[in-house]
């Protein structure tokens, strides 16, 4: 298996313009998690979904964010327009079970700089 | 307001010696833990959980404690390896209808050979 798929593994762009960040989750999770890692705050949860609808998004700053997972094995997250606090580490995880008590299976990030 | 909160952002120890890494919680609710461990470059993965009716999970050279009264929890390893050296962080999940993940800060142990 190949495990979360994120990409890209590296953007740079600046302020102003829309980002978008993309991830295939591992195939039969039904869960998907996009968290946000900074030095401050650790890894912040900023939305997920189950079975392709999402449960909670109370976690995304603002409206410059927004997700969509228009299929099982696809999902995006857009930043629009981007800001230089938004550089930070994204990471997309799956889960095969919203109870969660199995563990969830990180990508291996998106690492945004917004100059 | 972090709900989960790791207070040393850095920890050093010796090969061979004890590690200990400590995490408390603010919410009573909060009733299963887990670990994970995170090397650069690479997304975090799981290293070993504790549900709330227990207090001690065991596996290999990690532990994990829980004191419930006191809302903490630690992770021991023993005997550290420097392969161990990574940022490692503890995540609670807060149950109810829009089950998730919550994480500290994390912390960066670093073993030295």
């Known amino acids: 298996d190949a495990g979360v798929i994120q990409s890209p593994r590296h953007e740079v762009t600046e302020m102003g313009q829309e980002v978008t960040l993309r991830c295939k989750p591992i195939?039969?999770?039904?869960?998907l998690f996009w968290y946000r890692q900074t030095m401050m705050r650790g890894l912040e949860l900023l939305i997920y979904f189950n079975n392709n609808v999402p449960i909670d998004d109370s976690g995304m700053p603002e409206d410059r964010f927004s997700a969509k997972m228009p299929n099982a094995s696809f999902s995006t997250l857009k930043i629009q327009p981007s800001e230089p606090r938004d550089s930070a580490v994204y990471f997309c995880?799956?889960?095969?079970?919203?109870?969660?008590?199995?563990?969830?299976?990180f990508g291996p990030g998106t690492r945004l700089t917004v100059l | 307001d972090q709900q989960v909160k790791q207070n040393s952002p850095s920890l050093s120890v010796q090969e061979g010696r004890i590690s200990i890494l400590n995490c408390d919680y603010t919410n009573s609710m909060f009733d299963y833990f887990l670990w994970y461990k995170k090397y650069p470059a690479e997304g975090p993965t799981f290293l070993i959980s504790?549900?709330?009716?227990?207090d001690k999970n065991e596996d290999g050279r990690f532990t994990v404690f829980l004191n419930k009264s006191a809302k903490h929890l630690s992770l021991h390893i023993v005997p550290s390896q420097p392969g161990d050296s990574a940022v490692y962080f503890c995540?609670?999940?807060?149950?109810?209808?829009?089950?998730?993940?919550?994480f500290g800060t994390g912390t960066l142990l670093a073993v030295q050979p």
């Open positions: 504790i549900s709330s009716i227990k």
């Open positions: 995880a799956s889960s095969p079970d919203r109870a969660l008590t199995d563990t969830q299976y």
């Open positions: 995540a609670a999940l807060t149950g109810g209808a829009t089950n998730k993940l919550i």
């Open positions: 195939s039969g999770h039904n869960s």
